[in-house]
């Protein structure tokens, strides 16, 4: 299982990374070209100041960066914020005490999803087309995996997480190798995609955070632990897949 987990991890992180890759290639040839009859300027002081991206650079940011991955992370969100309100009625009447824990990990969600509504409102990108499924789907995961009982819940959020938090890393890795690659060149990238990086590494961070919360409350008791973890996540990298066409 694990190999083909590994696989399928490094299958995906291919595909994104090599759009990006193949598109940054095509910019590095403009940016060459560009660096080497624009040279890095020197201000009054003696420092170098750096050139704004060019036209294509921005295009690239605006289309393969922030269209594809803003609105795979918003529909990510919106069905994390699903999956938690509908485990909670089930989870809380069996355990009480689990719900402050849901309340948290529910609110740090929803601020995601607000965040990324924000970052898809500022950047005119259209939501997924299949938002109406992925909200069914996310819902009676989380219902159903909550009526199988807390261990099989925390499973679920697990296998979520995981995925969740594989996918931030590879957008938060492909960034900073871009930042780093045009700054080589002399370009100065701007505060906004800095800002970017660092919201998308908070979020990692929480979703992480409630990875450790799962497996604390024993999400590897589920019964079967591994078909359960295997379907869902299977299911997660089929919906980031399918969110970053249509
Ligand atoms: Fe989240
Ligand atoms: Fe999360």
């Given at each position: 299982m694990a190999p083909t987990r590994c696989l399928a991890r490094t299958v995906r992180g291919l595909t994104t990374r090599s759009m990006c890759a193949q598109a940054a290639r095509s910019l590095s040839t403009t940016s060459s070209n560009a660096a080497s009859s624009t040279e890095t300027t020197?201000?009054?002081?003696?420092?170098?100041?750096r050139k704004p991206l060019t036209k294509e650079q921005r295009e690239f940011l605006a289309s393969a960066v922030s269209t594809i991955q803003l609105r795979v992370n918003q529909a990510g969100e919106l069905a994390a914020t699903l999956i938690y309100t509908a485990q909670t009625p089930p989870l809380v009447r069996q355990h009480p005490h689990l719900r402050p824990l849901l309340k948290h990990m529910y609110d740090q969600e929803a601020a995601h999803l607000s965040i990324f509504n924000t970052l898809l409102h500022r950047h005119r990108v259209r939501p997924t087309a299949l938002y109406p499924l992925w909200s069914v789907l996310a819902t009676g995961l989380g219902w159903s995996t909550a009526v199988m009982g807390r261990e099989a819940a925390m499973a679920c959020t697990?296998?979520?997480?995981?995925?969740?938090?594989?996918?931030?890393?590879?957008?938060?890795r492909t960034l900073l190798e871009m930042i780093a690659e045009w700054e080589a060149q002399g370009f100065e990238v701007g505060g906004e995609i800095r800002d970017l990086v660092s919201t998308l590494r908070r979020i990692r961070d929480e979703e992480l955070e409630h990875l450790d919360h799962a497996v604390e409350h024993d999400a590897k008791k589920a019964e079967p632990h591994w078909l359960l973890t295997g379907v869902i996540r299977a299911g997660c990298r089929g919906a980031i897949w399918v969110s970053e066409r249509v």
């Open positions: 020197t201000g009054f002081n003696g420092q170098k100041t697990e296998a979520v997480e995981t995925e969740i938090g594989g996918h931030y890393n590879g957008q938060i």
